[in-house]
């Protein structure tokens, strides 16, 4: 499969680069990520998303996933704050509660082929990646999870976010860039040997399992305070 971005044949998606390329905030068009997930969309034909699902499904738990068209069953942030401290679903609902986040903020999309499951099982999941991987959600943090994302999972979005963060936060946060880069190291190097893969898990059946834990089973690297 050849798949050469040029200006005639790609036109939309050099639109949703130049949107990326002209902000500041990964978050663009009034504070939503309505265009990230258009972007990420407009990546569904490139040579990259579908090596990605040919990557993943070689993994056998992955591949059980594609297969059942697993994701995860809906949830209530009040029961999961009730669980006990320590645990995922208390963890995960304290952060998404105190930033006053909407847990199903992301774009829906028809389960047609595996392109469009794998795109679902990332944005129903990745709130969760944070709390587990130790990344905040302000851009650097994003952009530093995407750094872990790609060393496990070499997702298109991911790459995309990783690169255009690099460029907007040399543009418009230079003061910034010496710790973005050291995100990006410390979440590659971590993804790099974290032995569990994250879109393997089902993360659901976690949320009374304590955050610690969870990071031992997984295989991850002390590489931050839990």
């Known amino acids: 499969m050849v798949n050469v971005i040029t200006l005639d044949n790609d036109k939309g998606l050099l639109t949703y680069i130049i949107q990326f390329l002209a902000s500041s905030n990964l978050k663009i068009d009034g504070g939503?990520?309505?265009a990230l997930f258009?972007?990420?969309?407009?990546?569904?034909?490139?040579?990259?998303?579908?090596?990605?699902?040919?990557?993943?499904?070689?993994?056998p738990e992955v591949s059980i996933l594609f297969k059942e068209r697993w994701l995860p069953n809906l949830f209530n942030l009040d029961e999961l704050s009730q669980l006990p401290e320590g645990t995922l679903g208390h963890v995960y609902a304290h952060k998404i509660k105190s930033k006053d986040f909407n847990p199903y903020f992301y774009k829906t999309v028809p389960?047609?082929?595996d392109i469009s499951y794998l795109k679902m099982?990332?944005?129903?999941?990745?709130?969760?990646?944070?709390?587990?991987?130790?990344?905040?959600t302000d851009e650097i943090g994003e952009i530093g999870l995407q750094a872990f994302f790609i060393a496990q999972t070499p997702?298109?979005?991911?790459?995309?976010?990783v690169s255009f963060g690099l460029v907007m936060i040399s543009l418009y946060q230079p003061h910034n860039l010496k710790y973005l880069?050291?995100?990006?190291?410390?979440?590659?190097?971590?993804?790099?040997?974290t032995t569990g893969k994250f879109i393997a898990q089902r993360w659901d059946k976690y949320w009374d399992v304590q955050v610690s834990d969870i990071r031992a089973n997984l295989g991850m690297k002390a590489m931050f305070s839990s």
């Not at 099982?121 to 905040?136: C, S």
């Open 38 to 59: 258009d972007f990420e969309d407009a990546l569904d034909q490139t040579e990259m998303a579908q090596l990605a699902v040919n990557e993943l499904k070689q993994n």
């Open 155 to 161: 997702i298109p979005i991911s790459a995309m976010i």
């Open 32 to 34: 939503t990520t309505d």
């Open 111 to 113: 389960v047609v082929d």
């Open 121 to 136: 099982l990332w944005r129903t999941t990745h709130d969760i990646y944070h709390v587990v991987a130790g990344f905040d």
């Open 181 to 193: 880069m050291s995100e990006i190291s410390r979440g590659y190097n971590l993804g790099s040997q």
